[in-house]
T-cell receptor, first 112, second 112 residues
Framework: DAGITQSPRHKVTETGTPVTLRCHQT?????MYWYRQDPGHGLRLIHY???????DKGEVSDGYSVSRSKTEDFLLTLESATSSQTSVYFCATHSMGNTEAFFGQGTRLTVV | EDQVTQSPEALRLQEGESSSLNCSYT??????LFWYRQDPGKGPEFLFT???AGEEKEKERLKATLTKKESFLHITAPKPEDSATYLCAVQGALSGTYKYIFGTGTRLKVLA
């Protein structure tokens, strides 16, 4: 299994506060992804990265930003958290094009 | 637009009762179709990758097959430990990226 660590694993925050989630990988994988998982919607792509400083938007990117300054770290930031961003967030990585992705254990975020 | 639909949403089986899960997809040029297993509170765990129609892969009691429009995950003589949510995902070639599009999953419960 790819060494993917998400932090924190659980977080409760107040509406309007900034929040940063971290994904750290030890496999030197080029591609990294942030998904959110909600009942009835499955996994939806927020942002992805195809290299250091190379990122792009997914289908549900509004209200989120990302940064990747090192191969091993991919940060997801909620600039001003809203209740609609309460969700479970997963980071995933993979090495080459059409190969399988490996997932972290998830971060459960609650915005109150 | 690339799309994945999984059915049924939920399935209850008796131990030993074989069945199949369906993943129907619409994609512009299939790079790959992926099956994952997800246990409660954990990240998805990779099971199989299928690349072209007619391809089949097996792992213990699981067998995945692929046609041009759908994939099946056959579960033979399931055991309670096979209980999980099974996710299907596709990568489309014409999107120009390696994004994965996920279905909403099938929740499988195997009763002893």
């Amino acid at each position: 299994d790819a060494g993917i660590t998400q932090s924190p694993r659980h977080k409760v925050t107040e509406t309007g506060t900034p929040v940063t989630l971290r994904c750290h990988q030890t496999e030197n994988h080029r591609y990294m992804y942030w998904y959110r998982q909600d009942p009835g919607h499955g996994l939806r792509l927020i942002h992805y990265s195809y290299g250091v400083k190379d990122t792009d938007k997914g289908e549900v990117s509004d209200g989120y930003s990302v940064s990747r300054s090192k191969t091993e770290d991919f940060l997801l930031t909620l600039e001003s958290a809203t209740s609609s961003q309460t969700s479970v967030y997963f980071c995933a990585t993979h090495s080459m094009g059409n190969t399988e992705a490996f997932f972290g254990q998830g971060t459960r975020l609650t915005v109150v | 637009e690339d799309q994945v639909t999984q059915s049924p949403e939920a399935l209850r089986l008796q131990e030993g009762e074989s069945s199949s899960l369906n993943c129907s997809y619409t994609v512009s040029g299939l790079r790959g179709l992926f099956w994952y297993r997800q246990d409660p509170g954990k990240g998805p765990e990779f099971l199989f990758t299928l690349y072209s129609a007619g391809e089949e892969k097996e792992k213990e009691r699981l067998k995945a097959t692929l046609t041009k429009k759908e994939s099946f995950l056959h579960i033979t003589a399931p055991k309670p430990e096979d209980s999980a949510t099974y996710l299907c995902a596709v990568q489309g070639a014409l999107s120009g990226t390696y994004k994965y599009i996920f279905g909403t999953g099938t929740r499988l419960k195997v009763l002893a």
